[in-house]
């Protein structure tokens, strides 16, 4: 029976590794802001997403290409005009001006940070004459006129925002009639699942271990799929952004959800603790130092780290891919 249990629990331990792995707005963005201080969008991308750890980075750095290459394949026709929203470190832009040279690229994103870095890199790149960079959110993308861009692209971005359906309608204002919208999206509804089991699964089987494993993930996915409120990364579903795209009137839509398991590689004890899976989340290494005792933070370590450090595992990546084009008339 215990040896059963023990399985149970290692199973179930394999299935969250695997879902472990993204309102101000100005008209153009000021260079008075360059003493701007990092924030949670721009310390992620720095440091919490691959913990500061070189080979995880370039690990990352083909998926994210990859996830962009997508986006981009879709577009018929040469743009003269793009908006990236949520740029971040500018990935999208970047890799639109490789294969567009003569793009004009307005730069979007909330964080006054991330878009002085986009402008550092773009300068780097002998390419700021054609960009712009703009402080706008994707709600309202308010700054931005009516009917001025060919193409709208956004990576994981509208996952973090509160107004999906607003977010859709500001898209289809911005755009030229004919234009095309491109986005990639991260399901997360699947670690709100797994939350949910290892709440059911601690109480079933009476475990410590899954107890706090359970605390760990709910840390990082605040409020499961049940709750009044519920976490703005986890309650949408790819069907929900087609419709909501319909709704806000796009229209030869075309949505494809990509499920893509990897092996892990290998990673130290220091760069997992140091790791979210995504900017809102608190780090591994922050929660275990504020919501664990020692002694909970020796089993959870012990029954965690070996898995970690030898990659004994596989990992999924959810991606939502969706796009559609503006009606000419």
Known sequence: MREREELAVCGIFRLVLRCVPYPAYMNVFDDSLSLVVDDCWSNWLKHGRDGGNAILRDHVAIQTKAFAEKVLSVVEHPPKTMLDIGSGDGLMAWAALALWPHLKVTITDISPALLMQAKAEATKRGVVSQCSFVLANAETLHSIAD??????????????????????????????????MSIAEPFFREQAHSAILLKQASKDMSSPLLALLYRWKAAQFIEPLDASQPNVLT????????SFAYQAGFHALHLELHLDERQAPPRDWKTFCAMSPHPLAPSSGEILATRFSSKERAMLEAAIRPNIEKGEFSMVSRMIYLHGRKPAH
Do not use: C, H, M, W
């Open 235 to 242: 309650n949408y579903t790819e069907q929900d952004l087609l």
């Open 147 to 180: 009917d001025s861009q060919d193409l709208i692209v956004s990576r994981s971005t509208i996952a973090y925002v509160a107004d999906k359906p607003a977010a859709f309608n500001a898209v289809l204002r911005v755009l030229k009639p004919g234009g095309t």
